[in-house]
């Protein structure tokens, strides 16, 4: 082999790739547009140390203390703090579902028992389930009690201020007492294999029959399209079911992963999540031209789905607009659901707030893919 | 054309038109078919042979035009002439991961077909595809995978069948075999619309619709369509065909020189200037001139011409 005929082989094939890269619009936005997304994402949405995350602080009667109380919480940079005022209950249905992930209560008697010098026990209940995203909160809860109490200890009080610490932080990690990992991440990983398989195949329907020419015939045939997408749907619901039932299974033998709500009503939101991600699927492959861009509609249905979905990083510790655009995801509802049934034991009236968007998800995928579905070759 | 004709056909459409961006690839066309009739579609690529088909199964919608398809209006009633039409598309455009059985069993579900199974058993007997049936399609050969489409298209009992170029590919055999089914289908009273570029296919319809740049050029039986070209012909044997035929092409009142091995077909529109182009070389005793008529291809091929010239000039 000669070097000019290398060279000039190698020129040939080298016009010919950068012709066809040229033909293919949507690959060339797509390696544009990733890096921004992921850069966007990792840069702004993605805090490894989550801040600003929600609170609320439950005191019998409002005090001194209780006012420097939430005034160094919030100061801390940790916690945001619902004003609201809760009563115990309250706040434990809020943290049941998620919506705050600490409850720092202060008993009715503390600065009473304080001032007898009877060190008095401040409550700080967390949601571990991520124990990531608790970790940094939790250390900055004693430094920010101390720092109030320092605030309020003067006077008579001040010969508290040198001892050993006037009173006590008392700990519980709710539903994940020893902090695993596995138990916040085998549940999300359900949401997160199912979000990834689910919408690859549906995404493939339809292309794959534009691009394997069978379209053509199916289009002759009397069918319609509402037929041809529950009958190119259904068949992936089982298939999810059977991804799940392993999932569950090797996450119980291998890590302890518990379930400890109904696997009946866990069984029928993943019906619902599973056919969610396979409509949104089908719609793309109502979009695409061939089966790569399905394939690149998934990728870029996926990528944000994982980041801004809670699964990889607190959900919570993410700025307002990232949380907004997270919120139309179904896989943030379902890790929601699934965290909260399978490890909280949620019940139907505290996971069906989160069931409504995973519906109303699938609802617009349909509308659009109906509006996109082409009865003709035009 | 007679009453009969007119009373009741399977497809009468008028003015249909069909653009795709800058390409219009039907222009004005009108055809009416009779029932038990087999209509060929002929045409150089990309004369809108196909295009006219899809526009009358309604894979595709006319930017223009009316008419109906089996007494169902093209415009309005798609669904209900989906069901009654058999389409055998060009490329083939059955499940290959699927058997030949699997196929013809969904069609068969697809349109409602009462009794699948037995629809299906004895439209793979009459299509000789019973030992074959558990074959995937993707396996099979060219005459095969065409004999399987066609089994595919009759399953649920059409009025119509629509093929577009359903032997492009396939050994002379099959195609015999193929145009045998045809013949009978017909028989018993199906109307077939068939697309081809071959001439001896051509012959065995009914009907001719001749196509070019989207335009009907001719439309009539056989001797019909040679009669429109008004072309004459004569055949002559050459021991130098190869030189003849080029001094021949030079000459005034010839349109047309074909050599088909050692014999020139020699066609001109116009009978008496043929004959004053061609009485020098009569005179030529090595060659041996009969007069003849023009076959098929020639007329085709002179109606192209006619079009492409007379559209020059239009454009």
Same mark, same amino acid.
């Given at each position: 082999?000669?070097?000019?005929?290398?060279?000039?082989?190698?020129?040939?094939?080298?016009?010919?790739?950068? #012709?066809?890269?040229?033909?293919?619009?949507?690959?060339?936005?797509?390696?544009?547009?990733?890096?921004?997304?992921?850069?966007?994402?990792?840069?702004?949405?993605?805090?490894?140390?989550?801040?600003?995350?929600?609170?609320?602080?439950?005191?019998?009667?409002?005090?001194?203390?209780?006012?420097?109380?939430? =005034?160094?919480?919030?100061?801390?940079?940790?916690?945001?703090?619902?004003?609201?005022?809760?009563?115990?209950?309250?706040?434990?249905?809020?943290?049941a579902?998620?919506?705050?992930?600490?409850?720092?209560?202060?008993?009715?008697d503390?600065?009473?028992?304080?001032?007898?010098?009877?060190?008095?026990?401040?409550?700080?209940?967390?949601?571990?389930?991520?124990?990531? =995203?608790?970790?940094?909160?939790?250390?900055?809860?004693?430094?920010?009690?101390?720092?109030?109490?320092?605030?309020d200890?003067?006077?008579?009080?001040?010969?508290?201020?040198?001892?050993?610490?006037?009173?006590?932080?008392? #700990?519980?990690?709710?539903?994940?007492?020893?902090?695993?990992?596995q138990?916040?991440?085998?549940?999300?990983?359900?949401?997160?294999?199912?979000t990834?398989?689910m919408?690859?195949?549906?995404?493939?329907?339809?292309?794959?029959?534009?691009?394997?020419?069978?379209?053509?015939?199916?289009? /002759?045939?009397?069918?319609?399209?509402?037929?041809?997408?529950?009958?190119?749907?259904?068949?992936?619901?089982?298939?999810?079911?059977?991804?799940?039932?392993?999932?569950?299974?090797?996450?119980?033998?291998?890590?302890?992963?518990?379930?400890?709500?109904?696997?009946?009503?866990?069984?029928?939101?993943?019906?619902?999540?599973?056919a /969610?991600?396979?409509?949104?699927?089908?719609?793309?492959?109502?979009?695409?031209?061939?089966?790569?861009q399905?394939?690149?509609?998934?990728?870029?249905?996926?990528?944000?789905?994982?980041?801004?979905?809670?699964?990889?990083?607190?959900?919570?510790?993410?700025?307002?607009? /990232?949380? /907004?655009?997270?919120?139309?995801?179904?896989?943030?509802?379902?890790?929601?659901? #699934?965290?909260?049934?399978?490890?909280?034991?949620?019940?139907?009236?505290? #996971?069906?707030?989160e069931?409504?968007?995973?519906?109303?998800?699938?609802?617009?995928?349909?509308?659009?893919?109906?509006?996109?579905?082409?009865?003709?070759?035009? | 054309?007679?009453?009969?004709?007119?009373?009741?056909?399977?497809?009468?459409?008028?003015?249909?038109?069909?653009? %795709?961006?800058?390409?219009?690839?039907?222009?004005?066309?009108?055809?009416?078919?009779?029932?038990?009739?087999?209509?060929?579609?002929?045409?150089?690529?990309?004369?809108?042979?196909?295009?006219?088909?899809?526009?009358?199964?309604? $894979?595709l919608?006319?930017?223009?035009?009316?008419?109906?398809?089996?007494?169902?209006?093209?415009?309005?009633?798609?669904?209900?002439?989906?069901?009654?039409?058999?389409?055998?598309?060009?490329? %083939?455009? %059955?499940?290959?991961? $699927?058997?030949?059985?699997?196929?013809?069993?969904?069609?068969a579900?697809?349109?409602g077909?009462?009794?699948?199974?037995?629809?299906?058993?004895?439209?793979?007997?009459? $299509?000789?595809?019973?030992?074959?049936?558990?074959?995937?399609?993707?396996?099979?050969?060219?005459?095969?995978?065409?004999?399987?489409?066609?089994?595919?298209?009759?399953?649920?009992?059409?009025?119509?069948?629509?093929?577009?170029?359903?032997? +492009?590919g396939?050994?002379?055999?099959?195609?015999?075999?193929?145009?045998?089914?045809?013949?009978?289908?017909?028989?018993?009273?199906?109307?077939?619309?068939?697309?081809?570029? *071959?001439?001896?296919?051509?012959?065995?319809?009914?009907?001719?619709? *001749?196509?070019?740049?989207?335009?009907?050029?001719?439309?009539?039986?056989?001797?019909?369509?040679?009669?429109?070209?008004?072309?004459?012909?004569?055949?002559?044997?050459?021991?130098?065909?190869? +030189?003849?035929?080029?001094?021949?092409?030079r000459?005034?009142?010839?349109?047309?020189?074909?050599? %088909?091995?050692?014999?020139?077909?020699?066609?001109?529109?116009?009978?008496?200037?043929?004959?004053?182009?061609?009485?020098?070389?009569r005179?030529?005793?090595?060659?041996?001139?009969?007069?003849?008529?023009?076959?098929?291809?020639?007329?085709?091929? +002179?109606?192209?011409?006619?079009?492409?010239?007379?559209?020059?000039?239009?454009?």
């Amino acid at each position: 082999m000669n070097r000019s005929t290398f060279v000039k082989r190698f020129a040939a094939i080298l016009a010919k790739e950068f #012709v066809q890269m040229r033909r293919d619009r949507l690959t060339f936005a797509m390696m544009i547009g990733v890096p921004i997304m992921q850069l966007i994402l990792f840069g702004y949405a993605i805090n490894q140390d989550p801040r600003a995350l929600p609170a609320a602080v439950v005191a019998a009667e409002a005090t001194a203390f209780s006012r420097s109380l939430v =005034a160094s919480l919030e100061h801390s940079g940790y916690f945001r703090i619902d004003p609201t005022a809760y009563t115990a209950a309250q706040a434990r249905e809020k943290l049941a579902r998620g919506e705050l992930m600490f409850i720092v209560t202060i008993p009715s008697d503390f600065t009473r028992t304080l001032e007898r010098g009877e060190r008095p026990a401040l409550l700080v209940e967390a949601d571990a389930t991520d124990p990531g =995203a608790t970790g940094g909160a939790l250390a900055a809860v004693v430094q920010a009690a101390n720092t109030a109490l320092a605030h309020d200890l003067t006077g008579p009080l001040a010969r508290l201020a040198s001892g050993p610490d006037p009173f006590e932080v008392r #700990v519980h990690r709710l539903y994940n007492p020893e902090g695993v990992t596995q138990y916040n991440i085998v549940p999300g990983l359900i949401g997160l294999i199912l979000t990834m398989t689910m919408v690859m195949m549906t995404s493939l329907a339809m292309t794959r029959e534009r691009e394997r020419g069978t379209f053509e015939n199916l289009l /002759a045939m009397p069918v319609r399209p509402m037929e041809v997408m529950f009958g190119k749907i259904v068949p992936y619901i089982f298939v999810g079911l059977v991804q799940v039932s392993v999932i569950i299974v090797v996450g119980r033998y291998l890590f302890g992963v518990p379930l400890v709500g109904s696997l009946t009503m866990l069984s029928g939101i993943l019906v619902i999540f599973i056919a /969610a991600n396979l409509t949104i699927g089908f719609t793309f492959s109502t979009i695409a031209k061939n089966q790569l861009q399905a394939m690149q509609m998934t990728f870029f249905f996926f990528l944000p789905s994982i980041l801004l979905s809670g699964f990889m990083f607190p959900f919570r510790g993410m700025p307002g607009w /990232a949380q /907004a655009i997270g919120e139309i995801f179904p896989l943030t509802h379902f890790l929601r659901i #699934v965290r909260g049934v399978m490890l909280k034991g949620s019940t139907w009236a505290e #996971v069906q707030p989160e069931v409504w968007p995973l519906l109303a998800f699938m609802g617009v995928a349909m509308i659009v893919a109906m509006a996109r579905y082409r009865r003709t070759l035009d | 054309m007679n009453a009969d004709l007119r009373a009741d056909p399977a497809i009468t459409v008028r003015g249909l038109n069909k653009s %795709f961006g800058a390409l219009h690839a039907v222009r004005d066309v009108s055809i009416e078919v009779r029932r038990g009739q087999i209509c060929g579609f002929l045409g150089p690529n990309g004369s809108g042979k196909t295009t006219t088909i899809r526009l009358l199964c309604g $894979l595709l919608t006319p930017d223009s035009g009316e008419g109906h398809c089996l007494g169902f209006d093209i415009l309005r009633e798609s669904a209900a002439i989906k069901r009654e039409v058999g389409y055998m598309t060009q490329r %083939f455009s %059955f499940y290959e991961d $699927l058997s030949i059985r699997e196929n013809l069993r969904f069609v068969a579900r697809m349109y409602g077909v009462p009794r699948p199974s037995r629809v299906v058993n004895e439209t793979l007997e009459r $299509l000789g595809l019973t030992k074959r049936q558990k074959q995937l399609a993707g396996t099979l050969s060219g005459g095969w995978k065409q004999r399987m489409a066609l089994a595919a298209c009759i399953l649920h009992q059409p009025q119509l069948l629509l093929l577009d170029e359903p032997t +492009a590919g396939v050994d002379p055999k099959a195609r015999r075999e193929f145009w045998d089914q045809i013949h009978q289908l017909a028989g018993e009273g199906l109307t077939v619309l068939v697309s081809t570029h *071959y001439m001896d296919e051509a012959e065995r319809c009914n009907t001719i619709a *001749y196509l070019d740049t989207g335009r009907l050029l001719a439309f009539g039986s056989v001797g019909d369509i040679i009669r429109t070209s008004g072309l004459t012909t004569w055949h002559v044997d050459a021991p130098d065909p190869i +030189a003849l035929a080029a001094d021949l092409r030079r000459q005034a009142g010839i349109a047309m020189v074909a050599a %088909f091995g050692s014999t020139l077909h020699v066609s001109g529109p116009d009978s008496v200037a043929l004959s004053t182009a061609l009485a020098p070389y009569r005179r030529d005793s090595s060659l041996r001139w009969t007069e003849s008529h023009p076959g098929l291809e020639d007329a085709f091929i +002179a109606l192209m011409e006619r079009n492409r010239a007379t559209g020059a000039v239009a454009a």
